[in-house]
């Protein structure tokens, strides 16, 4: 079955500096790639999604990425600010199934 | 818009006692609906799902079952609760497969 990989587990980066969370899928058939941002205590929150027919897709301080021949998609954040420290989840899906397939997360800390 | 609810908020239960949590959603129309749970400092770990009323999926092979007597109401239950049961219980629906998943508020369950 689908599975996703996501890297780093934990990332550290200076107020105003950008982060980059990488993931990787192992099904061709996926098509579908949300992020999620978790705050402490909170619900995860869905914060930018794309879809295979895209290789990018920005708004605002955030972007993602899609490589379909790598296999890979990425979170970019730039200009980041203590608010942004959170726990970031990739996610993949695809047609005919009814599930998201997560990765492990990544915690984000900036620094003032 | 649509909203989804949980409840309860927080929740401490004893070894062997029954649990009930409920979710709902309002604003859409034969969604679908999720359990996830998340122990501490960890992922999200798909426990079920249904594409419609009386039509559930299990992830995970545990002493918790789940039920969708109406549209729009999801419901998470065990006839005896173990220690390993505490977690951070979210439910989660989306518009159709492979699509974006929205998050409740979350229960978070203690286990004694």
């Known amino acids: 079955g689908e599975n996703v990989e996501q890297h780093p587990s934990t990332l550290s980066v200076q107020e105003g500096d950008s982060a980059v969370i990488k993931c990787t899928y192992s099904d061709s058939a996926s098509n579908y790639f949300p992020w999620y941002k978790q705050e402490l205590g909170k619900r995860p929150q869905l914060i930018i999604d794309i879809r295979s027919n895209v290789g990018e897709k920005k708004d605002q301080r955030i972007a993602v990425t899609l490589n379909k021949t790598a296999k890979h998609f990425s979170l970019h954040i730039t200009e980041t600010q203590p608010e942004d420290s959170a726990v970031y989840f990739c996610?993949?899906?695809?047609?005919?199934?009814?599930?998201?397939?997560f990765g492990t997360g990544t915690r984000l800390q900036v620094f003032p | 818009s649509q909203t989804i609810h949980q409840w309860p908020a927080t929740l401490v239960q004893p070894v062997g006692s029954p649990l009930s949590l409920e979710c709902t959603v309002e604003g859409t129309s034969n969604p679908n609906l999720y359990w996830y749970r998340q122990a501490a400092g960890r992922g999200l770990q798909l426990l079920f799902y249904s594409v419609g009323i009386g039509q559930i999926s299990s992830e995970v092979p545990q002493n918790l079952s789940a039920s969708r007597p109406q549209d729009r109401q999801f419901i998470l239950s065990s006839k005896k609760l173990l220690l390993s049961d505490s977690g951070f219980y979210l439910c989660a629906w989306s518009a159709s497969s492979s699509m974006g998943q929205f998050f409740g508020p979350g229960t978070r369950l203690t286990v004694l």
């Open positions: 996610a993949a899906s695809w047609d005919n199934t009814d599930k998201l397939i």
